[in-house]
């Protein structure tokens, strides 16, 4: 006998944990963005990747979350075995993966990315990228009956965007991500449109969009519907009702996502269900159950006990305006206490002076990582918004956390935003506590 026969064969190496395989996605590419659709269509060719179900992809500056989450709601209810892909995550990964409701276990989205980095060869993906194949190989491997698919940045050249939408849903455009998408609504708005596709429906929530998505629309030949001109809503106390092409439906009770803007991402979703109604069809009692059953972490979520608590992660003018309306909508309080943090990039004095009526105080915190804005600069920024309250700064969203549930009272209201991250700081601190 040889003596190489004689010798113990290697082991072989242990699989990548979950958190392992996170780590050498962070490292793969060296830009956190790089907008193209180059590299994840040579992969996806590679791993000849494709979904044998309606796909439904929700692009737009804010709500898109909330649209995913009733277009699911919906579906589940009807009996569907749904796919949905979002992002991005406020504690665990696989918060961004559901099937039939349920999270992505970690062996799946381990047996995923290993499929992707056999297939990508010398293709170096980013973390986006390589995670929304991977979400793509879990939903096939699942055999989906419809996948809702949420843009991460843009549309256009959005990795989401590697596969064609049956039905594409751009919920609002303003003025985010401007050094990526551009630096007017019409700018902004052309990118998003790049979700619609030829022949197929298109739906817009945003009641005044830009004439650059409505042309592009009408040049590509989708069948767009917009708000207030081709569906729309009419609220009341207990109910409301919508109307589109398919008609009207009566008697829709109010989302569980709280919030009067939450109508009409709701009439958006309806009509992007009329519009595939051939495909999935679903009931009036299913839209009522998916409307009352819809969840998602982080907006505007009050938690339980006193003094109240509401965690949102709006981290733009516009999302601010809407964080502004729903404060003003609820019971008064003696004080409203802000935990803000943000990132470096964002509108932060814009945020502030959208929201700086509402708070009473504020307890600003220097956000993680290399783009959180540190809480000096924070400061600055309300100071340069006209903010008059007091301002207390934190080294971190914890420590900020902690001073404003110390200081505040039974009767009043503690509001923590700007941005996933300091919702999610807040989550972890609250789980420690526990």
């Known amino acids: 006998m040889s003596n190489s026969a004689s010798q113990p064969s290697a082991a072989a190496a242990p699989p990548r944990t979950l958190a392992q395989w996170l780590a050498h996605l962070e490292r793969l590419h060296p830009q956190t963005i790089a907008l193209g659709l180059e590299r994840v269509v040579r992969v996806k060719q590679a791993l000849a990747l494709e979904l ?14 909330s649209c995913c989450a009733m277009l699911e709601a919906v579906l589940l209810n009807a009996g569907y075995r ?5 992002s991005p995550h406020l504690l665990r990964y696989n918060e961004r993966v559901r099937v039939a409701g349920r999270q992505a276990d970690d062996d799946a989205l381990c047996r995923a990315f290993e499929r992707v980095e056999r297939a990508r060869g010398d293709v170096l993906l980013t973390y986006f990228e390589f995670g929304t194949l991977a979400a793509l190989l879990v939903f096939e491997d699942a055999g989906v009956e419809a996948a809702i698919l949420e843009v991460g940045l843009g549309g256009r ?10 039905c594409a849903l751009v919920t609002s ?11 007017t609504r019409e700018k902004i708005g052309f990118e998003k449109a790049g979700i619609f ?18 042309g592009h629309a009408r040049a590509i030949g989708a069948g767009l519907l917009v708000a207030d001109r081709d569906f729309g809503h009419v609220a009341a106390a207990a109910q ?10 009566y008697g829709l009770p109010h989302p569980a996502l709280r919030g009067a803007y939450q109508l009409a991402n709701a009439a958006a979703c309806i009509a992007v269900l009329d519009s595939l109604h051939e495909r999935l069809p679903v009931t009036a009692q299913d ?4 409307l009352l059953q819809a969840d998602i972490p982080g907006r505007f979520q009050v938690l339980p006990g006193l003094p109240q608590a509401i965690l949102d992660v709006a981290h733009n003018p516009q999302a601010a305006r809407a964080l502004a309306a729903n404060l003003a909508a609820m019971p008064e309080s003696a004080r409203t206490i802000a935990v803000y943090s943000a990132l470096r990039d964002k509108d932060i004095a814009g945020v502030a002076a959208a929201v700086k009526e509402r708070i009473t105080h504020w307890h600003v915190a ?14 600055a920024a309300l100071s340069s918004a006209g903010v008059k309250a007091p301002v207390e700064q934190h080294a971190d969203v914890a420590t900020a956390w902690r001073a404003a549930c110390k200081a505040a009272a039974k009767n009043d209201k503690i509001i923590a935003f700007g941005s996933f991250l300091t919702v999610a700081a807040v989550m972890r601190e609250r789980e420690r506590k526990a």
């Not at 220097?366 to 400061?379: F, Q």
């Open 52 to 65: 044998d179900c309606p796909v439904i992809t929700v692009g737009g500056t804010n709500g898109k979350g």
């Open 82 to 86: 749904v796919g949905c892909y979002t």
């Open 157 to 166: 050249l959005d990795a989401v965007n590697v596969l064609d939408a049956d």
């Open 173 to 183: 455009i303003d003025l985010d991500h401007q050094e990526y998408l551009g630096d």
């Open 197 to 214: 596709r030829p022949q197929r429906p298109a739906v817009c929530a945003d009641a005044e969009p830009p004439a650059t998505l409505v």
């Open 240 to 249: 409301w009702r919508y109307w589109g092409p398919r008609g009207k439906r």
């Open 287 to 290: 839209i009522r159950g998916g």
């Open 366 to 379: 220097s956000g993680e990582g290399p783009r959180g804005a540190t809480a000096p600069e924070l400061a």
